[in-house]
Nanobody, 115 residues
Framework: VQLVESGGGLVQPGGSLRLSCAASGFAFSRYRMSWYRQAPGKERELVAALGSAGGSTVYADSVKGRFTISRDNANNTVALQMNSLKPEDTAVYFC?????????WGQGTQVTVSS
């Protein structure tokens, strides 16, 4: 099983980034896919989640209207489009796949929002 995130980096406030997560080794289309983030000294928090068929979307209040989660079940990928980025969005972003009690995590990708 692998979840490999990409697309992180340094961006100025107000800028955009698109994170991608490539999945392999499990039945991707059956899993609920999510993005979490963890800032230094803080707990990991849910950013956005998407059901197996593309419905049941959930966003953290802090990113509503700015971030969009999407998935491509044909290519086993999930993306997070992040617009209007703020310094408080700085964190390591993790891809997560969940089905019942089964949970898979990626290694994370750093997003830094700074001028």
């Amino acid at each position: 099983v692998q979840l490999v995130e990409s697309g992180g980096g340094l961006v100025q406030p107000g800028g955009s980034l698109r994170l991608s997560c490539a999945a392999s080794g499990f039945a991707f289309s059956r899993y609920r896919m999510s993005w979490y983030r963890q800032a230094p000294g803080k707990e990991r928090e849910l950013v956005a989640a998407l059901g197996s068929a593309g419905g049941s979307t959930v966003y953290a209040d802090s990113v509503k209207g700015r971030f969009t989660i999407s998935r491509d079940n044909a290519n086993n990928t999930v993306a997070l489009q992040m617009n209007s980025l703020k310094p408080e969005d700085t964190a390591v972003y993790f891809c997560n796949a969940r089905l019942g009690f089964v949970n898979y995590w990626g290694q994370g990708t750093q997003v830094t929002v700074s001028s």
